[in-house]
């Protein structure tokens, strides 16, 4: 009897630590998750049916500001962001047996268009499914994307100032402009580029 005490004992204090370990890794998970949310350049927002800010990573906290309209309230989003998401709260009800995406841009300046991308969010604990929107700064987007063109097309520092700003919709004559050069100029160097990402493709 007492050996058999002892074996559940021992069983019982290896099931509690199984447990401790479980709970901590659980712990870890979240605490990596939440890193990760935070460290991403988009816009990460959770709102309630009403509006109400549930989460909100670091980037989603400053675009709203460049968004706000009047007084920026840090509970609620700005109403640019807010219709979208009323049209999806409204269509969601027509379509509830569906999935429904809905994504906008919002064009603040020439620098500053954004993406924005909202869906319904089923959440334990929430009685009604939230909403989960991302904002993405396009710029930023197609500027990473052009850091990257360039290294792979192999091109000079003038060939990648002209590449950047041709790959954010501006004209010859507006990157001229910008970079005080001829619209001739800004020619050859777009051949030049257009002659270096031919030979990186065909290779």
Request: glycine residues 2%; charged residues 25%; proline residues 2%.
């Amino acid at each position: 009897m007492i050996a058999l005490t002892k074996t559940l004992v021992k069983e019982t204090v290896v099931e509690l630590q199984q447990l401790d370990a479980i709970e901590l890794h659980d712990s870890k998970r979240a605490d990596f998750l939440q890193e990760v949310i935070e460290g991403l350049e988009e816009g990460i927002l959770i709102l309630s049916q009403t509006g109400e800010i549930i989460h909100a990573n670091a980037s989603a906290l400053r675009l709203c500001c460049q968004f706000k309209q009047g007084n920026f309230n840090q509970n609620f989003v700005p109403p640019v962001i807010w219709n979208l998401c009323e049209s999806l709260l409204s269509s969601g009800y027509l379509f509830s047996d569906k999935l429904i995406l809905l994504s906008d841009e919002i064009v603040v300046d020439k620098s500053n268009v954004f993406r924005i991308k909202v869906r319904l969010l089923h959440i334990d604990g929430f009685q009604v499914p939230c909403l989960l929107l991302t904002i993405e700064n396009q710029y930023e987007s197609l500027k990473s994307l052009a850091i990257t063109e360039v290294k792979k097309f192999d091109l000079t520092p003038r060939e990648a100032e002209i590449w950047f700003l041709y790959r954010n919709n501006y004209s010859y004559k507006e990157i001229a402009t910008k970079l005080y050069i001829t619209i001739n100029t800004v020619k050859k160097h777009m051949k030049n580029i257009h002659t270096k990402r031919q030979a990186y493709l065909v290779a």
